[in-house]
């Protein structure tokens, strides 16, 4: 892995002078700063139980929705697409630092832009009147899930990435696979049909896959070691594939 260095910052500066990266970063903290506003308005209006932090957390799906597809769909497709993923495979590196280069970049991205959203808590708790809706501890735990969980959803778009030279679907594809996690993992048992003992596994299984129930786990203070495991095996996981696919897909060429 001596190399990865010298790949990382390579990609660090093709994000930079990627338009894809601001057009996710403008969008991204646009989103976050009106739904911040909106919570604020709602907790004003109707007091509720739990803090905003929480409920801020609550809505962190809405923008990975789009904001991991256009950090990681040009990822490898870009370079497919223009040849000089050929180019890189001559050179002494391997494909595992390539990939973990480019997961990476966008990985400290990703926790950048996460972590600019923690003004808009700083500036509410000051102005705040009440004391007592000052709780760093969601905060601790929400952006623990934000980080947490970010290395299984760009994992995914890099492994859609690693699978076609277009961009467009990659993009859909990355999507796809992180909607699919998010929103039907965290359904799955209202979607099955099995009734009686079978159930059993598939509430097991909903338990483990379930990225909502994670997330306000994790803003409540409770931290499960099993989501822990899950997120980062299954990250490893298609990392693993997403060099498979380039070796598949470029090492044989």
């Not at 139980?49 to 904001?67: A, G, K, Q, Y």
């Not at 495979?89 to 630092?97: F, G, S």
């Not at 996460?114 to 009440?130: D, E, G, K, V």
């Not at 969601?138 to 076609?164: D, E, K, Q, R, V």
């Amino acid at each position: 892995m001596r190399h990865f260095l010298t790949l990382l910052r390579n990609e660090v500066w093709r994000l930079l002078i990627s338009p894809s990266t601001y057009i996710a970063g403008f969008l991204f903290l646009l989103v976050m700063g009106f739904l911040f506003q909106w919570m604020l308005r709602i907790y004003t209006s109707d007091p509720q139980d739990e803090t905003p932090s929480v409920l801020f957390f609550r809505i962190f799906f809405i923008p990975v929705f789009f904001m991991v597809p256009l950090l990681t769909m040009r990822s490898v497709a870009e370079e497919r697409r223009s040849g000089t993923i050929e180019t890189l495979l001559t050179t002494p590196v391997t494909i595992a630092e390539i990939v973990l280069s480019k997961f990476a970049a966008s990985y400290l991205y990703y926790c950048s832009l996460w972590l600019i959203t923690a003004s808009f808590h700083i500036i509410f708790f000051a102005y705040a009147q009440r004391d007592t809706i000052i709780d760093p501890y969601p905060l601790i735990g929400g952006y623990a899930y934000i980080f947490l969980s970010g290395t299984l959803f760009l994992s995914l778009g890099i492994f859609a990435s690693s699978l076609t030279k277009s961009q467009l679907v990659a993009g859909i594809l990355g999507f796809t696979l992180v909607f699919g996690f998010i929103v039907i993992g965290s359904n799955i048992e209202d979607l099955s049909v099995l009734t009686g003992e079978q159930s059993l596994w598939v509430r097991q299984f909903s338990d483990h896959t379930d990225a909502l129930q994670h997330m306000s786990d994790f803003s409540s203070g409770i931290i499960d070691t099993r989501a822990i495991v899950l997120y980062l095996s299954a990250a490893l996981t298609f990392l693993f594939l997403s060099v498979l696919a380039i070796e598949y897909r470029d090492g044989t060429t």
